[in-house]
T-cell receptor, first 114, second 114 residues
Framework: DGGITQSPKYLFRKEGQNVTLSCEQN?????MYWYRQDPGQGLRLIYY???????QKGDIAEGYSVSREKKESFPLTVTSAQKNPTAFYLC?????????????FGDGTRLSIL | AQSVAQPEDQVNVAEGNPLTVKCTYS??????LFWYVQYPNRGLQFLLK??????LVKGSYGFEAEFNKSQTSFHLKKPSALVSDSALYFC????????????FGTGTQLKVEL
């Protein structure tokens, strides 16, 4: 079955450490997205990519970085500049950026500070 | 800029009773609206969408939503609630800036009790 795989499911970060969250999809989707979910705040967009080798900042990009070297992969790095990284991180994808197709979501990575 | 409001943090309903989860939106131009459901420690699952056409949209698991342009609302409904419907529900509107980005509401926790 096609889908989105996020790993790891749980991740712990030490002070001053960068950590990378993996997102892989086998849906052959062009567009991919990273969201941060905090209790009571819904989902907020961190970064998105409409095509390989291209990505744009979302609403809360500070302290995060991404790459899109392959169509199926969109890793998110939480840098030491992100002072409040504890959250549930969700990756999503859609067939193409210009359509009204719903976003498909992975099962998330929960990041906590040690 | 577009926005979505879900005025109720939590909705409680007895099993077998009808349920309604409210959503209002603000967007310039035609709205493209979505409902998603999230179970604990999982990603979001797509339920239904409104792009154009009939104001009553039918979706997965017996859910439907009523689009009301004059009231700028897109309420989620189900005629007979199940305990298994207990979850977090999100309403979302597609950003007018393109890229298939979504703006999410803060979510409504639905609790269905026996």
């Amino acid at each position: 079955d096609g889908g989105i795989t996020q790993s790891p499911k749980y991740l712990f970060r030490k002070e001053g450490q960068n950590v990378t969250l993996s997102c892989e999809q086998n849906l052959n989707h062009d567009a991919m997205y990273w969201y941060r979910q905090d209790p009571g705040q819904g989902l907020r967009l961190i970064y998105y990519s409409q095509i390989v080798n291209d990505f744009q900042k979302g609403d809360i990009a500070e302290g995060y970085s991404v790459s899109r070297e392959k169509k199926e992969s969109f890793p998110l790095t939480v840098t030491s500049a992100q002072k409040n990284p504890t959250a549930f991180y969700l990756c999503a994808s859609t067939p193409a950026a210009g359509t009204n197709q719903p976003q498909h979501f992975g099962d998330g990575t929960r990041l906590s500070i040690l | 800029a577009q926005s979505v409001a879900q005025p109720e943090d939590q909705v409680n309903v007895a099993e077998g009773n009808p349920l309604t989860v409210k959503c209002t939106y603000s967007v310039s131009g035609n709205p493209y609206l979505f409902w998603y459901v999230q179970y604990p420690n999982r990603g979001l699952q797509f339920l239904l969408k409104y792009i154009t056409g009939d104001n009553l949209v039918k979706g997965s698991y017996g859910f439907e939503a009523e689009f009301n342009k004059s009231q700028t609302s897109f309420h989620l409904k189900k005629p007979s609630a199940l305990v298994s419907d207990s979850a977090l529900y999100f309403c979302a509107v597609r950003d007018t800036g393109g890229g298939n980005k979504l703006t999410f509401g803060t979510g409504t926790q639905l609790k269905v009790e026996l």
